[in-house]
């Protein structure tokens, strides 16, 4: 019943599904009363329809944090004149006995209750309704559903003396349940009577009871003509147990596995065992021994067992009692057992720890009753995918992503599926892979690390994250994985290593989106805790990565986006600038990357003002000597510098130091630079630059602008001139060149960038007819 991801793409009726489903409101329904949904009358919708609503529905309760669950939705499918339901599967603590009792007069033929918690005994007399009708029930792990809540006191003030208590219910049983085949009570409470269950039930062709105990199964005798399948995992055997399994002869599927370390089991399988289930049930295509030990050998001498090549073959067998099977099995469960190792088994699927073949099949048999054993299989993997090469990368990736959707609440899988994911998703297999089943893994990503706050989950999804392009990949999910990850970022106590991983994935975040999306996360408090960052490490004396990503995030966020210059400044981020280049002068790659954050700043005409003091002017016009980072220091100095001066000289508010002196230098730092310089920065526009280049009022910042375009256009041509051809850059550049006020080294340079922009035109002209 797991639903696997899948890498086709999705079917028509799936995203028709999945966007009613999100838009009730606007589609299958109205509101009543602004509160409760209601059917549009007209409708009506057939069981295909209606059983993939409500199944969708909890899977994306379960999986999608952004999806909203809506109180009343069970309350749709009330009426089966205008809706029909007949396979459901319900997971979890999504349902509740309103749920089940909205839909009680639907016809259900299948009905799936998984690990449903918040079911009690008010579910059982619902299930009646369906009696008629079910073929097939779980209410596997559904704990509290024999529970009913009894006030023993039964008056009021006697109710504050005594509770509620839960008592069972002892006289439910399954009488007039008459169709149905397959029942699954798996983990189901002591103290419920299985066999007075049971009794009324005429023809079971299925029964599961994992994880019960009983001492007596005879009364299974009764279906010997019609259980074709049966599972008894982790039920402690005897000899008695053996004798009763034997005589149910149409079994075709015996599941008697058990979890190793669950708890001391008195029972060892023996190969008379074996023996005897081999020629009692003929009819068996499956059998699941994993966890057992075996108490004598079984298997055939060494010698014998490696000849010729590797053979399903019963009649080759390892294992000697398999030798007297008529056919191979379709599967055999040999996981956690030495079985497994053997070179002849007959089985075309066989669930073990030998190679990634029996792993897989491991995980794919036991995801969705038995997380317990499905972590320690993904763990196997893990190794396979660390150590070696995955062979079956599609069959890996999908069985990991569905048991991390299964048990987004288990831990052990959390931490054993992240970690599988990260090497499952690196480089190595990217080719492999479809953009829907990255989105897939990005999902079950983002889930973990909103179920975890615990470090070694966090760390493996972040790393996970570094496997995908971003911002591209990340795109779909852009405000979820930055509030994610400025939660992790915002906690008070801090791992090193998922700080400096957020940091950084933060900062890939904000490279190269539109600014809406920069305007966004910086009200989502962006800049706030990259100062917060930088603060602590000023505390601590520490340049390390975190404040070099640190920096950079900012001024990546503030590029063209004036809302965030402001918080910027608001945040006291120019006392943290001063105070950083005061505490770590040594520091190149840091300077440079405060600096192009302060070009940023120094861009936004209003906030210039805040800019205009001795101290700020000082230091950015003693930063144009900087040799550090080659002339990128430099550069970004005198790129703040110039928009200050664009302002004019009334806009100069200081005495010291002299606007010409600064001017002075700045010429001086221009020319200083080598034109063929490479450049460790990447503009996505011009229109910065551009604005220096029509007026008189500062030559020196339209010098400083042009040498800017020249070094870029002939540098990165293919990257820069077609930029600045689309930004009407070059009739800029011929309108400068006619103004009596610009200096004559910076009209030269203009023609220099206009010939550079028609060369690289005429040579990339399209000439083939």
Request: one cysteine or more; a negative charge; glycine letters at 4%.
């Amino acid at each position: 019943t797991l639903k696997m991801a899948s890498d086709s793409p999705e079917s028509l009726m799936t995203l028709c599904t999945d966007y009613c489903l999100r838009n009730l409101e606007g589609t299958l329904c109205y509101l009543l009363d602004n509160e409760t949904l209601r059917l549009h009358p007209d409708i009506f919708l057939p069981s295909e329809i209606c059983d993939k609503l409500v199944n969708e529905y909890v899977e994306l309760v379960k999986t999608d944090s952004i999806f909203e669950p809506h109180e009343s939705f069970f309350t749709l499918f009330s009426d089966p004149r205008s809706t029909r339901l007949a396979r459901i599967h319900l997971r979890e603590q999504i349902v509740q006995d309103q749920d089940l009792e909205a839909i009680r007069k639907q016809d259900l033929v299948e009905l799936y209750l998984t690990n449903c918690e918040k079911l009690t005994a008010k579910s059982l007399q619902t299930l009646v309704s369906f009696s008629h009708t079910l073929i097939s029930l779980s209410l596997f792990g559904c704990c509290n559903i024999f529970y009913e809540e009894e006030n023993p006191g039964g008056c009021e003030d006697d109710c504050l003396v005594n509770p509620t208590r839960q008592v069972l219910v002892k006289d439910f049983t399954f009488e007039g349940f008459s169709r149905l085949r397959f029942l699954n009570l798996g983990r189901l409470i002591e103290g419920v009577n299985v066999e007075t269950l049971l009794r009324p039930l005429a023809s079971l062709a299925a029964l599961d009871l994992s994880g019960i105990q009983l001492n007596d199964v005879g009364f299974l005798t009764q279906w010997k003509d019609s259980l074709v399948s049966l599972v008894l995992y982790n039920m402690d055997l005897s000899e008695e147990h053996i004798q009763v399994i034997a005589q149910l002869r149409k079994l075709r599927h015996l599941d008697i596995s058990r979890d190793h370390l669950s708890s001391y089991y008195k029972f060892k399988l023996t190969r008379r065992v074996l023996n005897l289930f081999v020629e009692n049930l003929v009819n068996l295509t499956s059998l699941d021994i994993s966890g057992h030990t075996m108490l004598e050998n079984c298997t055939i001498p060494s010698m014998e067992e490696k000849m010729g090549q590797t053979s399903i073959e019963p009649a080759k067998s390892s294992i000697a009692p398999f030798r007297g099977l008529k056919r191979p099995l379709q599967f055999l469960g040999l996981f956690e057992t030495s079985l497994c190792r053997l070179t002849h088994i007959p089985a075309y699927k066989v669930s073990g720890d030998k190679n990634e073949e029996q792993v897989l099949n491991a995980i794919e048999a036991y995801t969705e009753h038995r997380p317990e054993i499905t972590s320690r299989a993904i763990n196997l993997l893990f190794d396979i995918a660390r150590i070696e090469r995955c062979s079956q990368l599609l069959r890996a990736l999908q069985l990991v992503i569905t048991a991390l959707k299964c048990h987004k609440d288990d831990k052990n899988i959390q931490v054993t599926g992240s970690a599988a994911l990260f090497y499952l998703t690196n480089s190595e297999y990217r080719m492999e892979q479809s953009v829907k089943l990255r989105r897939q893994v990005i999902q079950v990503v983002l889930n973990g690390m909103e179920s975890y706050q615990e470090v070694t989950v966090q760390r493996n999804c972040c790393l996970t994250l570094c496997n995908f392009s971003i911002p591209e990949e990340l795109e779909f999910q852009y405000r979820r994985v930055n509030e994610l990850l400025l939660n992790i970022l915002n906690q008070s106590r801090q791992d090193e290593s998922i700080q400096r991983i957020a940091v950084h994935l933060c900062n890939a975040l904000v490279c190269q989106v539109d600014n809406d999306h920069k305007e966004a996360v910086g009200k989502m408090g962006f800049v706030m805790t990259m100062l917060k960052l930088i603060q602590k490490k000023l505390a601590d004396k520490t340049c390390d990565q975190v404040m070099e990503f640190s920096w950079s995030a900012l001024w990546n966020i503030t590029d063209e986006t004036p809302d965030n210059c402001e918080m910027f400044l608001n945040y006291s981020g120019m006392k943290l600038f001063l105070e950083c280049l005061k505490e770590f002068p040594e520091k190149q790659e840091l300077h440079r990357n405060m600096l192009g954050l302060l070009g940023n700043v120094a861009e936004v005409k209003e906030l210039r003002p805040q800019l205009m003091t001795s101290q700020f002017i000082s230091v950015f016009s003693n930063l144009l000597e900087s040799k550090a980072d080659g002339i990128e220091v430099s550069y970004n100095a005198c790129g703040v510098l110039s928009h200050i001066m664009f302002d004019g000289p009334e806009a100069w508010g200081i005495c010291e130091p002299h606007r010409e002196e600064v001017v002075k230098r700045m010429w001086a730092a221009i020319q200083s630079w080598d034109i063929n310089s490479r450049r460790n920065i990447n503009y996505r526009s011009f229109e910065p630059i551009l604005r220096l280049l029509p007026q008189g009022i500062s030559p020196v910042s339209q010098h400083w602008a042009t040498w800017a375009l020249y070094n870029l256009v002939s540098v990165y041509p293919d990257k820069y001139c077609p930029l600045l051809i689309k930004e009407g850059g070059i009739p800029l550049l011929k309108d400068m060149i006619k103004m009596a006020s610009a200096r004559q080294e910076t009209k030269e340079m203009a023609r220099k960038v206009i010939e550079h922009c028609s060369n690289f035109k005429e040579e990339n002209m399209d000439t083939s007819r």
